[in-house]
């Protein structure tokens, strides 16, 4: 017989994994992680349920871009006010002040954005440095 295989919320043993970004493209690095972040490379896969392992990134502010997207990326947020709502940042600005927030984004923007996103975010951890406080998860 031919049975359908369902993840469930009790069966699953997630494990932590450390990755270091120096070098590291940073989209295809961040395709690692999105899919190690929701199970994707597990064989009991099960896409809605969040069956992932937890990630430590570690030395972020170190990740590497191709072509000139360290001058020519742009990232907008808008705040809703006409006008003045419109707020640009550059990568290289963004280097400056928060260096893990450049890989944040780029993972979130690759999860489903469905009820699962913020759980399933929730399990990545950034650091810029080489040093990170999960050190039992070594």
């Known amino acids: 017989m031919n049975k359908a295989f369902y993840l469930r919320r009790?069966?699953?043993?997630?494990?932590?994994?450390?990755?270091?970004?120096?070098?590291?493209?940073?989209?295809?690095?961040?395709?690692k992680i999105a899919d190690i972040l929701r199970?994707?490379?597990?064989?009991?896969?099960?896409?809605?349920t969040d069956c992932g392992d937890y990630v430590v990134i570690i030395n972020a502010e170190k990740v590497k871009l191709t072509g000139d997207k360290l001058t020519d990326k742009v990232y907008i947020r808008y705040s809703g006010y006409m006008g003045t709502?419109?707020?640009?940042?550059?990568?290289?600005?963004?280097?400056?002040?928060h260096p893990t927030k450049i890989l944040e984004l780029a993972v979130k923007r690759m999860l489903p954005k469905n009820n699962l996103n913020n759980d399933i975010f929730r399990k990545l951890k950034v650091y810029a440095g080489p040093n990170h406080p999960h050190q039992a998860q070594i």
């Open 39 to 48: 199970g994707k490379n597990k064989p009991f896969y099960t896409p809605h």
């Open 10 to 31: 009790e069966d699953k043993n997630p494990a932590w994994i450390v990755i270091d970004a120096q070098g590291q493209v940073l989209g295809r690095l961040a395709t």
């Open 85 to 97: 709502g419109k707020k640009q940042t550059t990568v290289r600005d963004l280097l400056v002040k």
